[in-house]
């Protein structure tokens, strides 16, 4: 199921979104915007390559003179005065303070970023601002809900038919930080826990400070009601940083109220605990419309038999929609209480004429 569900999710959005009047144009905008990117950075990397052939280059040069600087001490040191006695080691220390060190002052102070940085300030209009981040981390974060994905799933790079780059430590912490930001503590928790996987998995190559993800992990699990996780990572974050003055006192409070109440915390729940499977139809009527929504996509109830010849599946491009003129969506439609429909304009009419509506009992739409 993984396969389509980014695909499927799209097209989701694109179906609730398109028709309002207004919307389309920003939608297909963002995403012309977000093609252009990539030309962008394309332009960017050439000149970040180029900028570091050249430090490449300047690093050979002073290496190279280090090298000799070195060969040259370590015939001098052991008797200076005959050293210099010979005419040719003389002209090379000298040599190398007039050509040599004097050099070496340029090449440090030499700046081949000019370039570079006159390019990256000149398109910084282009780049995505912080708002364009955190709607990308919550675009991600609806995903994992809407198919319960768990984080390691989506750090794999697994999901999609598309090539999907897998995530760094750096990158989980990010969505950990932006969750943490919403107050979205379940999130919080989930993807700080990915960031450990990810940072042991990684190792020295990690840039993540570890005493940062505790002090999420820390708080989130105080949020959600688990003293006792919580004091757990308080203790390896004291341990990461000792002189870490909140910790400090956070653990002793921590302490305190689990000592207070210790048969509060016996039971604490570390994981979601959600289990896939059926849900009892008095269960699926007592459903919010977002849970509903998800459910739909995740399809927990299969299509009854009886249904099964009036089931229909048709293309459909939203009254040649530009965007769904190219990559039309398949949609299986169940009509329980019409006849065999295989047009939009049939769907549109079956809609106005049956007086009981549409029966949507199970609609799955995804890019073909």
């Given at each position: 199921?993984?396969s389509?569900?980014?695909?499927?999710?799209l097209t989701?959005?694109?179906?609730?979104?398109l028709?309002?009047?207004?919307?389309?144009?920003?939608?297909?905008?963002a995403?012309?915007?977000?093609?252009?990117?990539?030309s962008?950075?394309?332009?960017l990397l050439?000149?970040?390559e180029s900028?570091?052939?050249?430090e490449?280059?300047?690093?050979?040069?002073?290496?190279?003179?280090?090298?000799?600087?070195?060969?040259?001490l370590?015939?001098?040191?052991?008797?200076?005065s005959?050293?210099?006695s010979d005419?040719?080691?003389?002209?090379?220390?000298v040599n190398r303070?007039?050509?040599?060190?004097?050099?070496?002052?340029?090449?440090?102070?030499e700046?081949?970023?000019?370039?570079l940085?006159?390019?990256?300030?000149?398109y910084?209009?282009?780049?995505?601002?912080?708002?364009?981040?955190t709607?990308?981390?919550?675009?991600?974060?609806?995903?994992?809900?809407?198919?319960?994905?768990s984080?390691?799933?989506?750090t794999s790079?697994?999901?999609g038919?598309?090539t999907?780059?897998?995530?760094t430590?750096?990158?989980?912490?990010e969505?950990?930080?932006?969750?943490?930001?919403?107050?979205?503590?379940?999130h919080?928790?989930?993807?700080?826990?990915?960031?450990?996987?990810?940072?042991?998995?990684e190792?020295?190559?990690s840039?993540?400070?570890l005493?940062?993800?505790y002090?999420?992990?820390?708080?989130?699990?105080y949020k959600l009601?688990?003293?006792?996780?919580?004091?757990?990572?308080?203790?390896?974050?004291?341990?990461?940083?000792?002189?870490?003055?909140?910790a400090?006192?956070?653990?002793a409070?921590?302490e305190r109220l689990?000592?207070?109440?210790?048969?509060k915390y016996?039971?604490?729940?570390?994981?979601?605990?959600?289990?896939e499977?059926?849900?009892?139809p008095?269960?699926r009527e007592?459903?919010?419309?977002?849970?509903?929504?998800?459910?739909?996509?995740?399809?927990p109830?299969p299509?009854?038999k009886?249904?099964?010849?009036?089931?229909?599946?048709?293309?459909y491009?939203?009254?040649r929609t530009?965007s769904?003129v190219?990559r039309p969506?398949?949609?299986?439609?169940?009509?329980?209480?019409?006849?065999?429909?295989?047009?939009?304009?049939?769907?549109?009419r079956?809609?106005?004429?049956?007086?009981?509506?549409?029966?949507w009992?199970?609609?799955?739409?995804?890019?073909?």
């Amino acid at each position: 199921m993984a396969s389509w569900l980014f695909a499927c999710l799209l097209t989701l959005v694109t179906v609730v979104v398109l028709p309002v009047p207004g919307v389309r144009a920003e939608v297909f905008t963002a995403l012309v915007h977000m093609e252009g990117l990539v030309s962008l950075e394309k332009e960017l990397l050439g000149g970040l390559e180029s900028y570091l052939e050249l430090e490449r280059q300047r690093l050979v040069r002073m290496e190279q003179f280090a090298g000799r600087v070195r060969l040259a001490l370590t015939s001098a040191s052991q008797d200076p005065s005959t050293h210099l006695s010979d005419p040719v080691n003389a002209y090379q220390l000298v040599n190398r303070f007039i050509n040599g060190w004097n050099t070496l002052y340029d090449d440090i102070y030499e700046d081949n970023g000019q370039g570079l940085m006159a390019n990256i300030s000149y398109y910084n209009f282009r780049f995505p601002d912080t708002e364009d981040f955190t709607g990308a981390v919550t675009a991600i974060l609806r995903l994992q809900d809407t198919y319960r994905l768990s984080p390691s799933l989506i750090t794999s790079g697994k999901l999609g038919t598309t090539t999907t780059l897998p995530m760094t430590s750096e990158d989980s912490y990010e969505m950990g930080r932006i969750a943490y930001g919403a107050e979205d503590y379940q999130h919080t928790r989930d993807w700080m826990k990915e960031t450990l996987r990810l940072f042991d998995e990684e190792g020295d190559s990690s840039t993540v400070d570890l005493s940062g993800v505790y002090d999420h992990l820390s708080f989130a699990e105080y949020k959600l009601g688990n003293l006792k996780r919580a004091a757990h990572y308080t203790r390896l974050l004291l341990q990461n940083d000792p002189t870490h003055t909140r910790a400090q006192g956070n653990i002793a409070y921590f302490e305190r109220l689990i000592r207070s109440e210790p048969e509060k915390y016996v039971n604490e729940v570390d994981e979601r605990g959600e289990e896939e499977g059926e849900v009892s139809p008095d269960a699926r009527e007592s459903m919010s419309e977002k849970e509903r929504y998800e459910s739909l996509c995740r399809e927990p109830w299969p299509l009854p038999k009886e249904y099964d010849s009036e089931l229909t599946c048709f293309y459909y491009d939203n009254h040649r929609t530009p965007s769904l003129v190219i990559r039309p969506m398949k949609v299986e439609v169940v009509f329980p209480q019409t006849s065999y429909i295989h047009t939009a304009w049939d769907i549109d009419r079956a809609r106005d004429e049956t007086t009981e509506g549409v029966g949507w009992t199970n609609t799955k739409e995804s890019y073909c």
